[in-house]
């Protein structure tokens, strides 16, 4: 199952992480194609990351609003009430913290983490 998690910077100051599900809705595009979707989000690019096993960042907070998409291995994110959180893949994390203390990011286990990271155009 896919997790979808939100870090995201409070009144406090502090980052704050939530686990919560998008908003699906159904879609039929231009080709055919048919499911449920989120709204389009506007993006600037996308890159894809390697980190290699036991890379840790600091707190830190993210640099824009961007989605940060584990496909493979697993990474621990703490924020600063020392809440530790771990997610293998698939994760769609959107961080959003943008401001106060930020969160620590650590590559955990045996396996590279393979990420694409999609920055979004506010």
Do not use: W
């Not at 100051?13 to 686990?19: A, D, F, I, T």
């Amino acid at each position: 199952m896919v997790n979808f998690v939100r870090i995201y910077s409070g009144d406090d100051g502090q980052s704050h992480m939530e686990e919560y599900e998008p908003d699906f809705s159904p879609f039929v595009d231009t080709e055919g194609a048919h499911g449920e979707g989120t709204p389009l989000e506007a993006a600037t690019g996308i890159t894809i990351r390697r980190n290699p096993p036991g890379y840790f960042l600091d707190f830190h907070c993210a640099p824009r609003r961007q989605y940060s998409i584990t496909i493979a291995g697993e990474i621990e994110v703490g924020i600063g009430d020392g809440t530790v959180k771990r997610f293998g893949a698939p994760t769609i994390l959107l961080a959003e913290d943008l401001t106060g203390q930020g969160h620590s990011t650590r590559v955990v286990g045996d396996e590279i983490r393979i990420s694409i990271a999609i920055p979004l155009a506010d």
